[in-house]
């Protein structure tokens, strides 16, 4: 075995050991972001694939958890573009429900659907990865400002969309 050959094996377990590890972490934040199981799933391969692309060139010492956050959120950005462009439908089609998922859940997974992709990646990097502003801005690529409005216009949104129902019902 040369040593290229035994260097590759090497990069290949370290990478293989990498996505054993980071698989479940950042599945879930590919579905919050994405709101979809299989759509999330396609999303978190892409990403591996690329950083697979780079892995000899990454560093150790870089966080690599951080890189594939941020891998995850701009292919998200990516995709939500280019399915802008396709015809979009006014009704989502029928689809069952996961009953082990509570109702709190659904009404909170409903509303971070209902938020625009970048509000929704604010949310989510935010409350689920409990990232600071300025690790969002940087996965972002955008400014501390920016992340501050945009985390509060989704906030304000999730507060109406998820209290709204509780008033009509009183009414």
Same mark, same amino acid.
């Given at each position: 075995?040369?040593? $290229?050959?035994?260097?590759?094996?090497?990069?290949?377990?370290?990478?293989?050991?990498?996505?054993?590890?980071?698989? #479940?972490?950042?599945?879930?934040?590919?579905?919050? @972001?994405?709101?979809?199981?299989? +759509?999330?799933?396609?999303?978190? #391969? !892409?990403?591996?694939?690329?950083?697979?692309?780079?892995? *000899?060139?990454?560093?150790?010492?870089?966080?690599?958890?951080?890189? +594939?956050?941020?891998?995850?959120?701009?292919?998200?950005?990516?995709?939500? *573009?280019?399915?802008?462009?396709?015809?979009?439908?006014?009704?989502?089609?029928?689809?069952?429900? !996961?009953?082990?998922?509570? /109702?709190? /859940?659904?009404?909170? *997974?409903?509303?971070? $659907?209902?938020?625009?992709?970048?509000?929704? /990646?604010?949310?989510? @990097? *935010?409350?689920?990865?409990?990232?600071?502003?300025?690790?969002?801005?940087?996965?972002?690529?955008?400014? #501390?400002?920016?992340?501050?409005?945009?985390?509060?216009?989704?906030?304000?949104? @999730? $507060?109406?969309?998820?209290?709204?129902?509780?008033?009509?019902?009183?009414?």
């Amino acid at each position: 075995m040369t040593e $290229r050959t035994k260097a590759t094996t090497t990069a290949d377990a370290a990478y293989v050991a990498f996505v054993e590890h980071a698989w #479940q972490r950042h599945f879930r934040l590919a579905l919050l @972001l994405t709101g979809d199981r299989h +759509l999330a799933e396609e999303l978190l #391969q !892409d990403a591996l694939v690329r950083i697979y692309e780079r892995w *000899r060139r990454l560093s150790r010492t870089d966080d690599l958890h951080a890189y +594939l956050r941020k891998v995850l959120v701009n292919n998200h950005t990516s995709h939500w *573009r280019r399915r802008r462009r396709e015809s979009l439908v006014a009704d989502l089609p029928d689809r069952p429900g !996961d009953d082990t998922v509570s /109702a709190e /859940a659904l009404v909170v *997974r409903d509303a971070l $659907r209902a938020l625009p992709p970048r509000q929704r /990646a604010v949310v989510v @990097l *935010r409350h689920y990865e409990d990232l600071s502003e300025r690790d969002i801005a940087r996965a972002l690529g955008c400014t #501390q400002g920016t992340v501050k409005s945009q985390h509060a216009k989704a906030m304000a949104r @999730l $507060r109406h969309v998820i209290t709204e129902p509780a008033w009509e019902t009183a009414s």
